[in-house]
Structure formats: structure tokens, C-alpha cells
């Protein structure tokens, strides 16, 4: 049983550090056969449980995942990031985490630092944590990655009490009562934004942890750049409107 020791109100219930945790991870994937095993052989010496929601990938991800020992949720279609997040939201809510980590299967984050994310809530100091890739992992984004980004942060931004420095890094860790609370609606990677932007309408504390992050090659930056545009939009769209 988790055990909270008091140290404010959250939504009309106590709030405070969780002492002994129910940590699940849940990892969206879309053709990630390449690196998804050993991102869940890791992700495991950390978590109770890995569910990996596979979006239609048209490789071998969910196999591959199932093997290394994790559970897979599929996707008969490939809907989007967006629905993959919500898939993995859901997963966690339905069995009872509380404590839900969120990463990306193409072992750009690094299990090892989930201990770090999730000590914000286990500490009682965050209800949603980001993960931030500053320092050597920013300066080793590409160049148009890193000019999108602040784009869109800007748009997230401005105006806002909470000032969120990397709001589109998917290495994160939510709480039982953030998960009770967002409701991603958004397909696209639109949904990064969407769910900080909830967050803050419902008073959530929001925290960023320095995190490291691998790139890999991408070829053309056109689709980089495309939807970076949509993400801008998105974003603006998210914070407009009440969703």
C-alpha cells in the first residue's frame, strides 16, 4: 500500500512523498525493432511492469518487445504519437501505477536516469516531471531540432506562471492524480504540449530534471521542419483553446 505523508492539497486530497511506489513504464513505438529490446531490458531493473504500445509498426517491434519482457499493447493502425501517449496514459491508469514513466523506444533516453525522473514525486515535490535535455544533450541537438524547440516553447510559454524550459521532451513521469486528470485528445506530437498545458490548468506542480538524450541520424530535415510548423500550431492551438 503507498503511503503519503501530508505536505499540501491536490484537487481536495492530501499530497506528499510516496514511499513505496507502484513505478510502471510505458514506451510508444512505431518501427523500433532495431533498438526496443534493450531499451525494456533496462527500463526493467526500474519498474514493476514495461508495457510498450506499439502504433502499427510494420517491423518486428511488438516481438521483439514481448521477448525482452514487455507487455505490448498494438495498435492494428498507425494513429500517431499523440494516440500512442494516450495509449500509454490509459495503461498506466488502469493498472494502478503510481508512478507512470514515459520514453521513447529509439534509445535516445536512458533508462539508468529513471530513477531521477521519478524522485520529484516520490519526494513529494512534483505531480508531473519533464524531463530537460540542456547542457551537452542540448548542445548536441541538431541545429534545426534545437531552433523548432524554442519556437514552440515560446508559444507554451508566454504568459504562463510555469515556465517550462524543454516542454517537448517525451522522458517524463506522472503521477496517479496526473494521470487521473490529462486527457490527451491531440494525434500529433502536438500532444507533448497538450498534456503540460492541462497540467497547469489544473494546478499541477510541474518539475524539469536534466536528462542526457542520443540523436540519431534523420537525413532530410524537411520532416523535421514540417513538423516542427505543426507542432508550432498545435501548441498555439492548445493554449487558445480549452481542451
Known amino acids: 500500500m503507498v503511503r503519503l505523508i501530508p505536505t499540501g ?32 531490458k533496462r527500463a526493467k531493473g526500474y519498474v514493476e511492469q514495461v508495457f510498450v504500445i506499439d502504433d502499427g509498426s510494420k517491423d518486428d517491434t511488438a516481438r521483439v518487445a514481448q521477448e ?16 500512442a501517449a494516450r495509449t500509454c496514459l490509459e495503461a498506466g491508469l488502469k493498472h494502478g501505477a503510481d ?7 529509439d534509445s535516445q533516453h536512458n533508462p539508468d536516469e529513471i530513477p531521477a525522473v521519478v524522485q520529484p514525486i516520490r519526494g513529494g515535490r512534483a505531480d508531473l516531471v519533464v524531463g530537460n ?9 541538431p541545429r534545426y531540432r ?11 510559454n508566454v504568459g504562463a506562471a510555469t515556465k ?28 507533448a504540449s497538450q498534456t503540460l498545458i492541462q497540467a497547469r490548468r489544473h494546478g499541477m506542480r510541474i518539475l524539469e530534471v536534466p536528462i542526457s538524450c ?20 498545435a501548441t498555439l492551438k492548445h493554449r487558445v483553446f480549452r481542451d
Do not use: K
Open 164 to 191: 517550462i524550459r524543454d516542454g517537448q521532451c517525451c522522458f517524463r513521469a506522472y503521477s496517479a492524480a496526473a494521470l487521473r486528470s490529462i486527457h490527451v485528445t491531440d494525434d500529433s506530437f502536438g500532444f
Open 68 to 83: 525482452a519482457g514487455a507487455t505490448v499493447i498494438r495498435h492494428e493502425t498507425n494513429y500517431g504519437p499523440g494516440r
Open 214 to 233: 542520443v540523436y540519431h541520424g534523420d537525413g532530410s530535415s524537411q520532416g523535421p521542419i514540417s513538423m516542427g510548423t505543426r507542432m508550432w500550431v
Open 99 to 105: 508512478i507512470l514513466v514515459t520514453l521513447d523506444g
Open 9 to 40: 492539497t491536490l484537487f481536495g486530497r492530501e499530497r506528499g512523498a510516496v514511499t513505496e511506489a507502484r513505478i510502471l513504464a510505458a514506451i510508444p513505438c512505431y518501427n523500433e525493432a532495431r533498438y526496443i529490446g534493450e531499451v525494456v
Open 146 to 156: 534545437r531552433f523548432g524547440n524554442d519556437l514552440i516553447n515560446w508559444v507554451l
Open 133 to 141: 535535455r540542456l547542457g551537452d544533450a542540448q548542445a548536441n541537438m
